[in-house]
């Protein structure tokens, strides 16, 4: 059984229904599906990217479809089906050099500036600390 649709996959996805999800590299706006492999990875369901929606269309009998799920298959395709998914989440699912790491990780130049006048502060703490320790002794 092939399942499409944005909120139908979603729904399938979220109630682990889904055995493997399809997604298209086309789709315009790309925002509405580019949470969908987040997804599949947190809970676990295997996914794939293909080439081109119109590809996937012909598998539902429309023009187009951005995404499509299999829910069922027969018995005997079933080993089919195992093969792929091991393919599928070695490549996408388990790959943890396609996830994003956003940002570069350089602070802002509030932030450093924050961050310079805190180190300040605390050398005058510090400073001001030890000065009065060591009248004392």
Known sequence: MLKNGNNHITRL?????AKLVVIA?????IE??????????KLEVPYCIVKSKSRLGTLVNKKTASVVALTEVRKED???LDQMVALVKAAYNDN???????GGGE????TQAVLRKRE?????????VKAAKAKTT
């Open 107 to 110: 602070l802002g130049m509030k």
């Open 32 to 41: 509405l599906v580019l949470w969908l492999p987040s997804l599949c990875r």
């Open 78 to 80: 079933q080993q089919r």
């Open 25 to 29: 590299h086309d789709v315009d706006p």
């Open 13 to 17: 996805v979220h109630t682990k229904r």
């Open 120 to 128: 300040k502060a605390l050398l005058r703490e510090s400073g001001g």
């Open 96 to 102: 943890v050099s396609d996830m994003k790491k956003y």
